[in-house]
């Protein structure tokens, strides 16, 4: 009898109970419906943005392949270059080395010429220089 009394009295209130937890059990599954659908708009957002970051790092890297490319050309043609400018200067040295030794003995060539001489030489020299010679 008890029994029958507590759940004659508790029954409105346990089904009272069971509806609101089934009302917010079902908005609460709203919400996240709500959510997974912001979520996944905000993943094709941000895919998109990735495909567009990936598009830009390959055209980066293709950049890079060809600057990469061109400083390696620069790079040979400065060696070649400075070994050309290295095999000049110890042709020219040699040149000047057996100038010397030869004019070494030469009186003539080791005596002191006039004044005169090396302005006319200077003169000549910045005449030919001016008209390109």
Same mark, same amino acid.
Not at 1 to 11: D, H, P
Not at 14 to 35: H, Y
Not at 37 to 43: E, F, M, N, P
Not at 109 to 120: E, K, M, T
């Given at each position: ?11 409105p ?23 997974r ?5 905000? +993943?094709g957002?941000?895919? %998109?943005v990735?495909? &567009? *970051? @990936? /598009?830009t ?5 293709a =950049?890079?392949?060809?600057l ?8 040979? +043609?400065?060696?070649?270059? %400075?070994?050309?400018? &290295? *095999? @000049? /200067?110890?042709?020219?040295?040699e040149?000047? =080395?057996?100038?010397r030794?030869a ?5 003539c ?12 030489l ?12």
């Open positions: 009898m008890i029994l029958k009394a507590l759940t004659g009295r508790a029954l209130y346990v089904a009272g109970a069971t509806a609101l937890l089934v009302i917010a059990m079902a908005g609460s599954i709203c919400l996240l419906l709500i959510d659908d912001r979520t996944s708009q905000r +993943l957002e941000l895919s %998109q990735n495909l &567009q *970051h @990936a /598009e790092i390959r055209e980066n890297a =950049e890079y392949a060809d990469q490319a061109e400083l390696d050309r620069r790079d040979a +043609l400065a060696t070649r270059a %400075q070994v050309a400018q &290295q *095999h @000049a /200067e110890r042709k020219a040295d040149i000047t =080395e057996r100038l030794l004019l070494q003995a030469d009186g060539a080791n005596a002191r010429h006039p004044l005169a001489v090396g302005d006319s200077r003169a000549y020299s910045t005449s030919n220089n001016e008209n390109g010679d």
